[in-house]
């Protein structure tokens, strides 16, 4: 894990604009966490390979990273439920996973990997949109006489980040302030 961080961070090392050499870094970042699309922002500045909101949907994201998240690794299953609002943020990635990274010089750069949404199933104890039977008589609910198997599809969703994800991005912001 730290070799393929330090791959990245060598990648980007003594890179005067990382946002210039976009193309080149790129790869390396990416293939860290699985994902399906990769940006950068640094300033006002940001560049995006793959599946992810455009340019100016990025940058609603940055500003909700910047902004709201107090978060050092910042992550979202549901993009769709965070920025409603915003169609042109979730239409092409459905969670996202960020990160700030200081550099010299007091700059700050941000990493976002991004996640198409995929269909979820999941599977619960019977339906829980089906009423409890009641007992007129005694004035008292009664338990359900079938917990047959239900199953909600959930769309919208990415799939999930995992801790040994996290982990790794916590890795990179730390070995990348002392890198870069």
Known sequence: MDRQVSR?????????????AFDIVE???SSLIACDGFAMVQGEDGAIQG?????PGLSVVDDWFLNASSE??????????????????YQFAGGVMAIQVPMSGGRI???????QAENQSIAW????????????????????RSFEKWIEVRTGYCREWTSSERLLATKLRGLGAQWL
């Open 109 to 115: 750069l941000r990493l976002y990997w991004f996640r």
């Open 72 to 89: 050092v690794v910042a992550d979202l299953q549901s993009m769709q439920e965070m920025f409603a609002d915003y169609p042109e943020v």
């Open 51 to 55: 599946a992810g909101p455009d340019l």
């Open 8 to 20: 990245a961070l060598q990648s980007i090392a003594g890179v005067a604009d990382p946002l210039a």
């Open 27 to 29: 790869p390396h970042f």
């Open 125 to 144: 104890a019977g339906s829980p949109h089906k009423p409890a039977a009641e007992d007129a008589s005694a004035l008292r609910l009664s338990p359900r």
